[in-house]
């Protein structure tokens, strides 16, 4: 299960709030890989490896909002946190 999945059923209220920010958070994290892989100093790999951390926090502490609110069940909190 995607977060794209996940969020596309969330409220419309939340389009340009938690599902925005959950997707952009989720996307950064092999962007960042990426872009790190693609620098030439490990300096550079290593700071974007941990911007790509930062991300994954990110959407670790977002779902965890989106369960306390009720836009998310425990269940698949729990699957979510798991690909993690």
């Known amino acids: 299960m995607s ?13 340009y709030g938690l599902s925005s920010q959950l ?4 996307v950064s994290i092999p962007s960042n890989i990426a872009e ?3 620098r030439g100093t490990k300096k550079d790999f ?6 790509a951390r930062g ?3 990110e959407v670790i502490t977002q779902l965890e ?5 009720g836009l998310i069940n425990k269940e698949k909190l729990d699957v979510l946190e798991e690909k993690c």
């Open 3 to 15: 977060i794209y999945e996940i969020t596309k059923n969330f409220p419309e209220s939340e389009k």
């Open 23 to 26: 997707q952009r958070a989720v």
């Open 36 to 38: 790190g892989s693609g």
């Open 46 to 51: 290593s700071h974007f490896m941990n911007q």
């Open 55 to 57: 991300s994954l926090y």
């Open 65 to 69: 909002i989106c369960s306390e609110i």
